[in-house]
Nanobody, 120 residues
Framework: QVQLVESGGGLVQPGGSLRLSCAASGSIFSVNPMGWYRQAAGKQRELVARITIGGRTNYADSVKGRFTISRDNAKNMVYLQMNSLKSEDTAVYYC??????????????WGQGTPVTVSS
């Protein structure tokens, strides 16, 4: 079984920073692209940032220049550094990845979500 556990969300003032972390654990042979998604109240879930196993990244236009995604392949972890936060960044943030287990089977996994609220 594989589990994704996120941490680091919370309440922050506009212009502030937060760092989200996501740890993958369980029967893992390889962790493929890892990403962060978010879902604001009443809206669809959207991609925020994604990083390949080789470190290639892509970002939503709304967060470019403010957010940075990174990963630690040895620890099966992905991070999202969020700077210059705006009220419109308020959402529940979800970690997402595709994992191949030791049996060669690949599946997509989601974390439980961590809330981020940007408000004064």
């Amino acid at each position: 079984q594989v589990q994704l556990v996120e941490s680091g969300g919370g309440l922050v003032q506009p212009g502030g920073s937060l760092r989200l972390s996501c740890a993958a654990s369980g029967s893992i042979f390889s962790v493929n692209p890892m990403g962060w998604y978010r879902q604001a109240a009443g809206k669809q879930r959207e991609l925020v940032a994604r990083i390949t196993i080789g470190g290639r990244t892509n970002y939503a236009d709304s967060v470019k220049g403010r957010f940075t995604i990174s990963r630690d392949n040895a620890k099966n972890m992905v991070y999202l550094q969020m700077n210059s936060l705006k009220s419109e960044d308020t959402a529940v943030y979800y970690c997402n990845t595709e994992i191949t287990n030791w049996g060669g089977r690949s599946s997509t996994y989601w974390g439980q979500g961590t809330p981020v609220t940007v408000s004064s």
